[in-house]
């Protein structure tokens, strides 16, 4: 957790095929930084694990492909995790899984395999996942930016950002 009066420095890192994550994740980035927030954004493709530093929280905003598989852009970096195995016990994470119900099993599994892999690997998740259903009549920028603004103020703590209370 930031230490008092500290920025939570948070980097998103988008996983995606045709764009949505990414729309997704430009408007929580948003929301963070009016909260008060350090934000970095990173496209999966341009970071190995080394991105994870210690200290640092990150966000995971991807979507599911194949059959329950991540984008194409999200493989490198998850296959280089599971192979390198780093020690990620220093860092915070939550996760945003987009996914379209109809897929049935395979439903949103691109982000709760990663939620599974950081977990293994010792990072601490911060509030519960998000999972928006591409079927579900609901925009997932917009549920999205309500979550990300819940998950600021109850999850990772007070001293998360500098502003937490705009939007309330
Ligand atoms: C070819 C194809 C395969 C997909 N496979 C899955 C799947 O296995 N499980 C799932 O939950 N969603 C699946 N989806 C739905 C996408 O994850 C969903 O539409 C998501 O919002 C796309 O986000 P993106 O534009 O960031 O890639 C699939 C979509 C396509 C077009």
């Not at 350090?38 to 493709?45: E, K, S, T």
């Not at 190995?48 to 984008?71: A, D, I, K, M, Q």
């Not at 259903?133 to 917009?142: G, K, S, V, W």
Request: glycine share 12%; hydrophobic share 40%.
């Amino acid at each position: 957790m930031a230490a008092e009066g500290e920025q939570a420095k948070i980097t998103i890192l988008v996983g995606t095929m045709t764009g949505t994550a990414e729309m997704v994740a430009q408007e929580v980035e948003q929301v963070l930084r009016d909260a008060g927030c350090d934000v970095a954004l990173c496209m999966m493709n341009d970071c190995g694990p080394e991105v994870f530093e210690p200290g640092r929280v990150f966000l995971v905003c991807t979507s599911t492909y194949g059959f329950g598989n991540l984008p194409d852009n999200a493989l490198d970096l998850f296959e280089a995790l599971e192979s390198s195995r780093p020690d990620l016990s220093a860092i915070r994470y939550g996760v945003i899984a987009l996914g379209d119900g109809t897929y049935g099993d395979t439903f949103a599994q691109g982000g709760i395999r990663f939620d599974k892999l950081l977990a293994e690997l010792g990072a601490k998740r911060a509030g519960e996942v998000l999972v928006h259903d591409a079927n579900a009549n609901t925009l997932p920028e917009e549920v999205a930016a309500q979550w990300a603004r819940d998950w600021v103020r109850n999850d990772l703590g007070p001293a998360a950002g500098t502003d937490t209370q705009r939007g309330s």
